[in-house]
């Protein structure tokens, strides 16, 4: 089982940036991957950090904004969020699997961190 405490949410205004931080115990030989869920919407996949240093992203709807990138000496995966528009709001979760990215069979869930978007 991997620990997972994300961090680093809160509120921010359009056009804002914030960067998330996943903290995984441990997170050798863990793929990890990004999700949101705003309200009254079902779970969103955004992308996901290999064990081997790859990267994949799970929709375009972020791309060109969201940047997945990983630190491995501090245990640590983050999810820098730019240009940040009130769409983006939601509960944003990290989650660890022993799989590839692309399987997305992730076992280990995070508590969450709230994102709000709003002027």
């Known amino acids: 089982q991997t620990q997972l405490v994300e961090s680093g949410g809160g509120l921010v205004q359009p056009g804002g940036s914030l960067r998330l931080s996943c903290l995984a115990s441990p997170l050798n030989y863990r793929s990890i991957g990004w999700f949101r869920q705003a309200p009254g919407k079902e779970r969103e996949a955004l992308g996901c950090?290999?064990?081997?240093?790859?990267?994949?992203n799970y929709t375009d709807s972020v791309k060109g904004r969201f940047t997945i990138s990983r630190d491995n000496a501090k245990n640590r995966v983050y999810l820098q969020m730019d240009s940040l528009n009130d769409e983006d709001t939601g509960t944003y979760y990290c989650a660890a699997t022993r799989g590839s990215c692309m399987a997305r069979d992730f076992q280990s869930w995070g508590q969450g961190t709230q994102v709000t978007v709003s002027s």
């Open positions: 950090s290999s064990s081997s240093g790859l990267y994949m």
